[in-house]
Each structure stands twice: as C-alpha cells, then as structure tokens.
C-alpha cells in the first residue's frame, strides 16, 4: 500500500465532507469546530472503525485496510465509483506501472487527417498532445503536437482565453488526469510536471489538492476563437491503447457553430493551399 498518498487522500476528502451532509447536527451551534469537513473521530464514527486506527490510516501508519474497511471508508468519505477505484488502488497499487506511449500508429494519424470537418487530437498518459488533425490545432492552441494540456491550461494564457468555461475546463482536466495516472508516482516526468505546476499556479495547486478523480468521456466545451467567435461543441473521448486517448469534437447538425465550424475548416484548407 502507498501509505503516504494513501493518508493525503483520506485527509483531503475528509475536508469536503460538510457535518450536514452525513446528518451531523450543527444547528446548535458548536462554534468549536476548527477544521474543514469532519473530524476524524466523527469520520471514523461513521465508518465504524475505532479513533485510535483511522488516525493511523491518516498518518500513513496504518496496514493495508480489509474489503469491508474500504467499503466503510468510502461510502462515510461518499466517495462516486471513480473515488471509490482510486481509493482501492491507493490501497492494492498494481504491481508495474502501465506502459506510456508518446506516439500515434499510421492508422490514426490517418483517421485524423481524414477528418477535414472534426477537430480531433490524441493525448497521451502525461497529458501531452501527441496527435492532432489541423482543424484542432486552428480551434484552441493547446491541441497543437507537443503542448502538454495540463501545463497549457494553466501557465497559457492563450489557451486560459480560448476556454468560455475556463474553471470547468481546468477542473475537469485535473480530475482527468489523476484517473490516467492512477497511483502512479514513480515516473519521473510526471513528478516533475506536478512539481512544476503545484510551484506556478495556485489554481492548480488548489484542485490538486482536492484529490478529484474522474473520467469524463462526453460532454459540451465553448472555445473562444479571435476570428469566428464563440464556438460551442460537444466532445467524445475513447481510449485508445497504453493509455491514450482519443477527443473528437462535434458541433449539433444545422446550428451557427457547425457553420462556424465549417468557416475554420475553409480557413484551414485555404492556408493549407
């Protein structure tokens, strides 16, 4: 068991867990009450473990916790299905890191540049853009090859201006990448760019903290473009092999922002020629 970010998790979910939500009664008012969220003792309440073991767990003291201590931990911490998957791994870490790979196949390159009317890109585990068609990278900048969008979204400020909904976007991408790297820690590009990032920007700093896990795989995204405007599209996300992942991005058949869409691809056709 990875002790340490183990306890961090435990000790950073904990802190978002509000006293009303788990039918802790404030209403008279305990004006003692010094810390985010729950007190350990009243965590390890609602979990049914004793003070004195919950306090190890948060120290990173603790064994590796039972199935059924698990079970009790995340659903008193009420933790989704992608939490609870991150909780278990902390505890049970596989036992080699997954492979990475920093390149696409032919085939989907391909696929990429067949797609003149889709913005579509391809990044790998470390969040670096690995592949993109032309009209992704006339889109939003920070799907260009070679740009990390974690590091991007939050020391760019180019790619900050292109997102509408630049807090959604930044908090989803955080969530998103933990999910990727799961309880890897040994990878010494991933430490680096955490370091880097937890160093330069206190927005980051502030969603890491939260210890969000999630996968997203659809929804909508607004891009602020200088010459067609606002941009509103919805997205899909595949994986792909060793932990890649492929976004297309698609506009509702017959609405302004297909036409807008189309407007970028001819801009894109008309530098390509």
């Known amino acids: 068991m990875d002790n340490a970010a183990f306890a961090q998790f435990l000790r950073a979910r904990r802190a978002l867990v509000r ?23 009243e965590l390890a309440l609602l979990a049914g473990v ?28 009420r933790l989704d299905e992608h939490l609870t998957e991150h909780l278990y791994a902390l505890a049970r870490p596989a036992p080699t890191a997954p492979r990475t790979r920093e390149h696409v196949p032919e085939a989907v390159r391909e696929l990429l540049d067949a797609w003149t009317m889709t913005p579509a890109s391809v990044t790998s585990r470390r969040m670096n853009v690995v592949a993109a068609n032309p009209l992704a990278c006339e889109l939003a900048p920070c799907y260009t090859p070679g740009t990390n969008l974690l590091r991007a979204m939050f020391l760019d400020p180019e790619t900050r ?26 990878d010494p590009a991933l ?25 997203t795989t659809s929804g909508a995204k607004s891009f602020r473009h200088p010459e067609v405007g606002v941009i509103n599209l919805r997205f899909h996300a595949m994986p792909l092999e060793d ?22 691809s001819s801009m ?6």
């Open 50 to 77: 004793s003070a004195d073991y919950y306090v190890r767990l948060e120290q990173g003291r603790g064994h590796r916790p039972s199935e059924s201590v698990l079970e009790s931990l995340a659903r008193a911490l």
């Open 191 to 215: 430490r680096d760019l955490i370091g880097e990032l937890s160093l330069q920007s206190q927005d980051f700093r502030d969603l890491w903290a939260r210890h969000d896990v999630h996968t």
């Open 19 to 41: 006293p009303e939500d788990v039918g802790l009664d404030e209403a008279a008012g305990d004006h003692r009450r010094r810390v985010a969220g729950l007190r350990r003792e």
């Open 268 to 273: 894109v056709a008309t530098r390509a020629g």
């Open 161 to 186: 201006h292109s997102h509408v909904d630049w807090p959604m976007s930044a908090s989803e991408v955080v969530a998103n990448f933990r999910a990727m790297i799961g309880t890897e820690r040994d």
């Open 243 to 264: 932990g890649q992942v492929l976004t297309v991005l698609h506009a509702r058949p017959g609405s302004a922002d297909e036409r807008s869409l189309a407007l970028l």
